[in-house]
């Protein structure tokens, strides 16, 4: 008896300390969370509280120290499992909570979604797998009208309405290329091509989708405002699959490397042409003429270093090149940028290659360059937030 109540005094004393804790921290993430937090009502439910009372009028996700919770008309549905939003994002919620841990493929009424840790990733584009398959996914959405090839890092795959097929065997082809497909998984020589066009969209841009869409292969745009006419062509690129990311709004050297508030100044101008194209914004980007160039010296010292550092604090990530077309160098013609692509992927597992949809004589070189590779057992993937990159040595 003695021995129980002493429990019962610590317990006590060490609940007086939880609230007095809870009440402490409800006060930080309220100030987080635009005044919102979920506690623990008198009559024993969890609620949404603003302003010292319940929030019946909100529905979303809110969070307080104890996690992140699927909130209904203001109080906690424990009963909440799927993928539900909130003005920060898609969450996957089980059992009321977003589970952080989760990272798969998850479904609610709008669709199946990638998810990575607990969060809808909505620039996930390629094959992504869950506990009942392996999924196409586009733009962070399943692509159930999809059937053909599409990539992921452990190779090339046949897609049957969505899905990987690993049924499938024989010759599937596509743009006048066959491929031996055998469990689902067309054979390949194990290495990959990133595609990368700057500086559009522009006049060009229409046909060098035409020809990306004849092979089914996906690319990555790092987009300008330069060519403002064809602003369209972002929204194009998007909604065929590709992956749109920043380059710059101005691409003007003296502009953008002023210092780094004007260059992530820019920055946000360009994202939000991207949100007025895409619905939505990239946490990818490419810098005027790569990571390693000095001419911003001239403008600013130093401010490459500056510019690296606070990439990865903005949530973003900088993608550079291992593999040049050299078309905004001394390359002027088609037979030219062929022979530099053919030439460089040869040397790596992963290539990131450098062009520029703004020159004619590189578009009218992506035919033969495309088939050349896929022939050779090349696989096209786009590039993807937290996947492969190249960064070059920071010169100033
Ligand atoms: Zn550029």
Redesign the pocket.
């Known amino acids: 008896m003695r021995k129980r109540m002493s429990v019962t005094k610590r317990l006590t004393a060490v609940m007086l300390l939880c609230s007095l804790l809870a009440a402490m921290s409800a006060l930080s993430f309220a100030e987080a969370a635009g005044g919102r937090t979920v506690e623990k009502s008198s009559d024993g439910a969890w609620v949404c509280v603003k302003d010292g009372a319940i929030e019946t009028s909100y529905t979303g996700i809110a969070k307080n120290r104890y996690g992140w919770w699927r909130i209904v008309n203001g109080y906690v549905d424990f009963d909440a499992n799927g993928v539900y939003k909130n003005e920060n994002g898609w969450w996957y919620v089980r059992d009321g909570k977003v589970d952080f841990d989760y990272t798969g493929i998850a479904r609610n009424d709008y669709g199946w979604w990638r998810i990575v840790d607990g969060k809808v990733d909505f620039e996930a584009i390629g094959v992504f797998q869950n506990e009942y398959g392996w999924w196409y996914v586009v733009h962070g959405k399943v692509d159930f009208g999809y059937t053909g090839l599409a990539a992921n890092g452990y190779g090339n795959w046949y897609i049957k309405q969505g899905k990987v097929d690993f049924s499938k065997n024989g010759i599937y082809s596509k743009g006048g290329i066959g491929y031996n497909i055998s469990g689902g998984k067309a054979q390949g020589n194990g290495k990959t091509i990133y595609l990368t066009f700057?500086?559009g969209p522009a006049g060009n841009t229409d046909k060098l989708l035409g020809i990306l869409d004849k092979y089914g292969v996906k690319a990555t745009f790092?987009v300008?405002n330069c060519y403002p006419d064809y602003q369209y062509d972002i929204g194009k690129e998007f909604r065929a699959g590709h992956a749109v990311a920043a380059?710059?709004y101005t691409?003007s050297y003296a502009t953008v490397y002023k210092s780094t508030s004007a260059f992530w100044n820019d920055h946000e101008r360009i994202q939000k042409v991207l949100v007025s194209q895409t619905g939505q914004r990239t946490s990818m980007f490419?810098f005027?003429?790569g990571a390693s160039n000095t001419v911003s010296r001239k403008y600013c010292s130093g401010v490459m270093t500056s510019l690296t550092r606070q990439a990865g604090q903005r949530g973003l990530t900088y993608y550079d090149w291992n593999v040049d077309s050299d078309d905004?160098g001394g390359t002027k013609s088609s037979d030219g940028v062929y022979n530099n692509i053919v030439r460089g992927v040869q040397k790596h597992t992963q290539s990131i290659v450098l062009c520029?949809d703004v020159k004619s004589y590189t578009v009218n070189a992506m035919d033969r360059t495309i088939q050349w590779c896929l022939k050779n057992g090349y696989t096209f993937r786009v590039l993807q937030p937290g996947g492969y990159t190249v960064h070059q040595a920071v010169a100033n």
């Open positions: 700057d500086d790092f300008t380059h710059t691409h490419r005027p003429g905004a520029h």
